[in-house]
């Protein structure tokens, strides 16, 4: 793993670094953000390449390589990471997650694809190959499924000309001894009512949440600055968004805390109460008995 102190910060000739986009995760360069990149090129940060020893391999900064090379610019600043060509494939397929250009649907299902489809990393689980991509691991599942569908089906021509697939899955394999057939456990009205409320209320979050990334968008998309500014006023309020909900929750949590200390508090309170009148009362009954 690479640490802070092993990355060093150099300018590079452009011609010396391997560009090659198979490391590329982008399923295309915006020239929208190209255009931008090369009116600001002073502000825009290092790009990421990795050195084996021969060459340098760029693993992040395709955008900005080619908006230097569209103005006639040679060299980029550059931070050089330890690694070769598979090291930065790794490092590209998580890249923009937090900074820059924001990921399309289709730069992170190439990503994912670039690892599935690797004869090394392909055998990692989904919970790795989401961290490494910076997804879900859900996300990778479906992805994962719909390669296994696809490996489990053969086409081929009918007697009659037309094509066909044909399942190959279980081909070869012995079939096993039939399972007992599990009869699941008949809900309730009231717990079918309560899971439909639940639906409905984590749909109508979702919708909330869809409709306030809207209204940000269309804000940012109706203000007067370049592509970058946008793109970065964009991740900002999205950050902010993820800290509020964050501190909501946590403001939630001391909430609930709160309602089940007081709770908590008011039994003992009342078993306080209970046992000082049993007392007063077992009192009462000694004077008595004293008395006489």
């Known amino acids: 793993m690479t640490t802070t102190s092993d990355i060093q910060l150099k300018e590079l000739e452009i011609?010396?670094?391997?560009?090659?986009?198979?490391?590329?995760?982008?399923?295309?360069?915006?020239?929208?953000?190209?255009?931008?990149?090369?009116?600001?090129?002073?502000?825009?940060p290092p790009v990421a390449?990795?050195?084996?020893?021969?060459?340098?391999?760029?693993?992040?900064?395709?955008?900005?390589?080619?908006?230097?090379?569209?103005?006639?610019?040679t060299a980029v600043r550059s931070n050089i990471h330890q690694g070769d060509k598979r090291a930065a494939v790794l490092?590209?397929?998580?890249?923009?997650?937090?900074?820059?250009?924001?990921?399309?649907?289709?730069?992170?299902?190439?990503?994912?694809?670039?690892?599935?489809?690797?004869?090394?990393?392909?055998?990692?689980?989904?919970?790795?190959?989401?961290r490494r991509c910076k997804v879900s691991?859900?996300?990778v599942n479906e992805i994962r499924k719909s390669l296994e569908t696809v490996s489990s089906e053969k086409t081929y021509q009918t007697k009659h000309g037309t094509v066909a697939k044909m399942k190959t899955a279980e081909i070869g394999r012995k079939k096993e001894a039939s399972e007992p057939i599990l009869v699941p456990t008949p809900i309730t009205n009231e717990e079918a009512l309560e899971i439909k409320?639940?639906?409905?209320?984590?749909?109508?979050?979702?919708?909330?949440?869809?409709?306030?990334?809207?209204?940000?968008k269309i804000a940012i998309g109706q203000w007067d600055a370049?592509?970058?500014?946008?793109?970065?006023?964009?991740?900002?309020i999205a950050d902010l968004r993820k800290q509020i909900k964050i501190l909501e929750m946590e403001n939630k949590s001391l909430r609930d805390s709160r309602n089940m200390f007081q709770n908590r508090n008011s039994e003992l309170m009342r078993t306080v109460k209970a046992l000082t009148n049993k007392l007063k009362k077992l009192e009462s009954a000694k004077e008595f008995v004293g008395a006489s």
């Open 137 to 139: 691991h859900t996300y």
């Open 226 to 236: 370049t592509e970058i500014e946008k793109i970065e006023a964009e991740e900002l």
């Open 15 to 44: 011609a010396s670094i391997k560009i090659d986009f198979d490391i590329q995760s982008r399923t295309i360069l915006n020239d929208t953000a190209i255009k931008d990149y090369a009116e600001n090129y002073l502000t825009f």
């Open 91 to 130: 490092y590209s397929v998580a890249a923009n997650e937090e900074h820059g250009l924001r990921r399309t649907p289709g730069d992170k299902r190439k990503a994912v694809l670039k690892l599935l489809n690797d004869a090394e990393w392909g055998q990692w689980s989904s919970m790795e190959i989401a």
């Open 49 to 73: 390449v990795f050195f084996d020893g021969s060459d340098y391999w760029l693993a992040d900064g395709f955008h900005r390589v080619s908006a230097l090379l569209s103005i006639g610019k």
């Open 197 to 216: 409320v639940r639906e409905l209320a984590d749909t109508i979050n979702e919708l909330a949440e869809e409709n306030t990334l809207l209204k940000d």
